[in-house]
């Protein structure tokens, strides 16, 4: 199981690290925000694993950024913030659980297991794209013909994003908004590229051009 690590107290961050790869995880550590929302749409996670008061973006709106851009990977928040009010804000940007500062190592190994483990139980959640072709919303998985495909991150908040809207018009401007971060330039070129690669895997016909305005995941 991977694990983020956005911590910037760096004594903590090697403590928390060494505790949970012993305990089998392989830990990434960043220390700002901007290095987590990097590593998060670079490579892939099991867990993330927040402090609030960091560097560049807070753990709040870097956790609230990936959620708008539907990115499901559990999150804990680790923060020495502790009113109702923080408490709530917390939840409402899509943590799935809250640790205060300072935590006993062993609890938040429970609270980390706890979570991977109700997490499993959901990660066979399939839709259907074809007959043949399947694709793992929480996994971020594409399945052809029983095979796993690895797409690039935008890729996959590509494919969500259409399939979130299917038989529907999705603009170049809600793409843009959704698929890169408010820090990415993006560009018509990199889109036709990713639309070109998914259509390698789905197929031309699945995902239709509408000229001047956006794309569209068919379904029957």
């Known amino acids: 199981m991977k694990i983020l690590y956005l911590e910037d107290d760096i004594a903590l961050s090697e403590t928390v690290a060494e505790f949970l790869s012993d305990e089998g995880f392989d830990v990434v550590t960043v220390y700002g925000g901007d290095e987590a929302l990097e590593a998060v749409y670079k490579g892939s996670f099991d867990m993330l694993l927040l402090d609030v008061n960091v560097p560049q973006i807070n753990g709040f709106a870097l956790l ?14 680790t923060t020495s913030l502790n009113s109702i009010d923080d408490l709530s804000r917390g939840y409402n940007c899509g943590a799935d659980d809250y640790i205060k500062k300072p935590f006993v190592l062993k609890e938040l190994l429970f609270r980390i297991k706890a979570l991977l483990k109700r997490e499993f139980k959901t990660q066979n959640e399939l839709t259907k794209i074809t007959k043949d072709i399947d694709f793992n919303t929480l996994a971020n998985e594409l399945i052809v013909d029983n095979q796993k495909i690895l ?18 018009c999705v603009s170049f401007e809600n793409i843009y908004q959704s698929v890169w971060s408010f820090n990415e330039m993006h560009s018509d070129m990199s889109l036709r590229t990713y639309i070109k690669n998914l259509r390698k895997h789905i197929g031309k016909d699945n995902i239709l051009s509408i000229k001047k305005v956006g794309y569209k995941f068919v379904q029957e």
């Open 64 to 77: 609230k950024e990936l959620r708008a851009a539907n990115i499901s990977t559990p999150a804990i928040f």
């Open 151 to 168: 797409l690039n991150p935008k890729e996959v908040l590509l494919l969500k994003l259409l399939l979130k809207h299917k038989n529907e």
